[in-house]
Antibody, heavy 122, light 106 residues
Framework: EVHLLESGGGLIQPGGSLRLSCAASGFSFSSNAMSWVRQAPGKGLEWVSSIGGSGSAFVTYYADSVKGRFTISRDNSKNTLYIQMSGLTVEDTALYYC?????????????WGQGALVTVSS | DIQMTQSPSSVSASVGDRVTITCRASQDISNWLAWYQQKPGRAPQLLIYTASAFQGAVPSRFSGSGSGTDFTLTISSLQPEDFATYYCQQADSFPYTFGQGTKLQI
């Protein structure tokens, strides 16, 4: 059974940094593309970043809203996905979901974690 | 970026009703489209991908259709557990984008 468990969320001041982790189990982690999708309170879904699976040389992609501030990475030996967030603003306040994609480069999110809440506030 | 526009934004319906939600892409995305269901306080769940393929054990009352720029999600006979928010998402190209959501309520 697939499990995705995010950690690392919390309250952070504007301009601060935070790293979210996502521990994955129940599937071949290194083979699958993974992504972060966020949802601001009461709002819709926003794709944040993706990292490809082993078939795509782990290529990374970012939404314009986070490019240059966020860095996605993965440790296949630990079956863990990360996102390092810096220069945080109040607009980054959201529930951050770790998602598994349906293949090494597919754009469909077939499993989601329960989310990690990031609150950016002074 | 590809813009995804859903309609309606919300819809009131009753158990047993047939409901159709539409999603329009700002450019041709072939059939690279998914539909997700999100219930309050829960993570979204993938229902349909490549416009019409079911993910897992999705009930047969759900169906998806369309290609190019216009897509629909139809629920043939609403059940109480179907009241939720539905999102479309294009998987044609980065940045992946979602529709604004359609809230299905009683």
């Amino acid at each position: 059974e697939v499990h995705l468990l995010e950690s690392g969320g919390g309250l952070i001041q504007p301009g601060g940094s935070l790293r979210l982790s996502c521990a994955a189990s129940g599937f071949s982690f290194s083979s699958n593309a993974m992504s972060w999708v966020r949802q601001a309170p009461g709002k819709g879904l926003e794709w944040v970043s993706s990292i490809g699976g082993s078939g795509s040389a782990f290529v990374t992609y970012y939404a314009d809203s986070v490019k240059g501030r966020f860095t996605i990475s993965r440790d296949n030996s630990k079956n863990t996905l990360y996102i390092q967030m810096s220069g945080l603003t109040v607009e980054d306040t959201a529930l951050y979901y770790c998602t598994k994609q349906t293949g090494y480069s597919s754009g469909y999110f077939d499993y989601w974690g329960q989310g990690a809440l990031v609150t950016v506030s002074s | 970026d590809i813009q995804m526009t859903q309609s309606p934004s919300s819809v009131s319906a009753s158990v047993g009703d047939r409901v159709t939600i539409t999603c329009r892409a700002s450019q041709d995305i072939s059939n690279w489209l998914a539909w997700y269901q999100q219930k309050p306080g829960r993570a979204p769940q993938l229902l349909i991908y490549t416009a019409s393929a079911f993910q897992g054990a999705v009930p047969s009352r759900f169906s998806g259709s369309g290609s190019g720029t216009d897509f629909t999600l139809t629920i043939s006979s609403l059940q109480p557990e179907d009241f939720a928010t539905y999102y479309c998402q294009q998987a044609d190209s980065f940045p992946y984008t979602f529709g604004q959501g359609t809230k299905l309520q009683i």
